[in-house]
């Protein structure tokens, strides 16, 4: 059975940062693509990042480019997302998911619970 469980979320001010970990329980976790996707209040869940099972190949949304930075740690099975220069824009439920490297939800086999990021101005 495989788990994703996110954390690190929380609520902050604007320019501040936060790390968000998703740890994986899969015996094959390098074998995946991890994904980070959000959703905002009364909006569509959103593509944010993701990283190849080795870690050589990233892709980022354009409006987190330059701010977030995804990196995997496969000894540890987690995923980081590491969220600098946060703004209200990016308050959201942000969850992990595993599956092939895509930018579509719907490519990902499975999904984490969610963690809550809000950002305060």
């Known amino acids: 059975q495989v788990q994703l469980v996110e954390s690190g979320g929380g609520s902050v001010q604007v320019g501040d940062s936060l790390r968000l970990s998703c740890v994986i329980s899969t015996r094959a976790f390098s074998e995946y693509a991890v994904g980070w996707f959000r959703r905002a209040p009364g909006k569509e869940r959103d593509f944010v990042a993701a990283i190849t099972w080795s870690g050589s190949t990233t892709y980022y949304a354009d409006s987190v480019k330059g701010r977030f930075t995804i990196s995997r740690d496969n000894t540890k099975n987690t995923v980081y997302l590491q969220m600098n220069s946060l703004k209200p824009d990016d308050t959201a439920v942000y969850y992990c998911?595993?599956?092939?490297?895509?930018?579509?939800?719907?490519?990902?086999?499975?999904w984490g619970q969610g963690a809550q990021v809000t950002v305060s101005s």
């Open positions: 998911a595993i599956g092939p490297p895509a930018t579509d939800a719907s490519e990902y086999d499975y």
